[in-house]
Each structure stands twice: as structure tokens, then as C-alpha cells.
């Protein structure tokens, strides 16, 4: 459920002003890898790994709760790659995770890193494949770019975040 809000939800970042009001500045992507990686802290690889697939399959045959939509024909898309990824990023992100001996908040960070890491190592084969097989309106270089090297920035704040809301969700739910 939390993959799925989050892939509804923009993330943004308020910017205080000097009068004392916030400007909004839109980041180039949706919590989805935030629900991912936070399910994968809170409760394990397991759950990670089933909440994944689960957000796949619905996407892919029920509702259209991807990005750009759903459905079967998602497949040969290009961003469909990093979708594939989200499921050995919540693993890997659950696996990672730190146990309660050492609870820090690098160990967090180091893990929800590694795990965006290897959506962008999926999503760019998926698109290196797809390049070869499918023909793609856009070039592969330009796809790397908007999918991968562009929203980086912001998906690697977005991991900050998690980082800090799983230390706080763990302190408030009594996790050990």
C-alpha cells in the first residue's frame, strides 16, 4: 500500500522565504522508491521482496499505478526496467539494513544507496536490451539521461529521507 500512495505522491522540497512563507520546488520523482526501500527497513527483505512484486503485477494487470500508466504493453517500455529493479533493491535494501547493533544512520543510508543503485544498474541494462531489440523513439544515451542520470539528485535525497524517517518509525513502532 505504501509503494503504491507513493508512486501517486510528487516529491518535493520547501524552500523557506523571507517572509516567512515556503516555496515548493517540484524533484523529478515519486516516492515509489522511497515505499520500497522504507517497507524493505520496516519489515524485512521478505516483505520488501512480496510488496514489489505485488506493485508489478498490479500495475501490470489491474490498474494503471505506474509513472506513465500500466498495463501489459508497460513491458516495452522503457522505464519498465527500473521497475524490475525494485524488486532486488528491496532485498538488497532488507538484507543491508543494519541490525540493532549497529543502527546508525550511515549504515541506513549506505543500504537505501545501494539498493537505488541497482535500480539504475537494471534500468540502464533494460534499456541497453531494449535499445538492441526494440526501437525506442528516443536514442539510448537520452534515455539514460532522462531515466537515470536526471532524477539521481533527487532520489538520492529521497534516501536521506528515508534514512531519517526509519529512525524515527523505528523508535516510534518499538522495532528492535
Known amino acids: 500500500m505504501l509503494i503504491l500512495v507513493g508512486a501517486m505522491i510528487p516529491s518535493a522540497i520547501l524552500i523557506p522565504q523571507k517572509d516567512l512563507s515556503f516555496s515548493v520546488y517540484h524533484l523529478p520523482s515519486t516516492w515509489q522508491i522511497g515505499g ?68 546508525s544512520l550511515i549504515n541506513i543510508i549506505y543500504s537505501t544507496i545501494g539498493a537505488l543503485i541497482l535500480i539504475h544498474f537494471f534500468g540502464i541494462s533494460y534499456l541497453i536490451i531494449g535499445n538492441l531489440f526494440w526501437n525506442w523513439r528516443e536514442s539510448l544515451m537520452d534515455l539514460i539521461i532522462t531515466n537515470s542520470i536526471a532524477p539521481l539528485p533527487s532520489q538520492m535525497a529521497l534516501c536521506l529521507s528515508i534514512s531519517f524517517t526509519f529512525l524515527i518509525l523505528k523508535k516510534l513502532l518499538f522495532i528492535k
Open 36 to 103: 520500497i526501500l522504507l517497507c524493505s527497513l520496516l519489515c524485512g527483505p521478505q516483505i520488501g521482496i512480496i510488496s514489489s512484486l505485488s506493485y508489478l503485477l498490479i500495475g501490470l494487470f489491474y490498474l494503471p499505478i505506474f509513472q506513465g500508466g500500466g498495463s501489459i504493453g508497460y513491458i516495452l517500455t522503457p522505464e519498465f526496467g527500473y521497475l524490475i529493479g525494485f524488486v532486488p533493491a528491496a532485498w538488497t535494501c532488507g538484507n543491508l539494513a543494519p541490525t540493532k547493533q549497529n543502527y
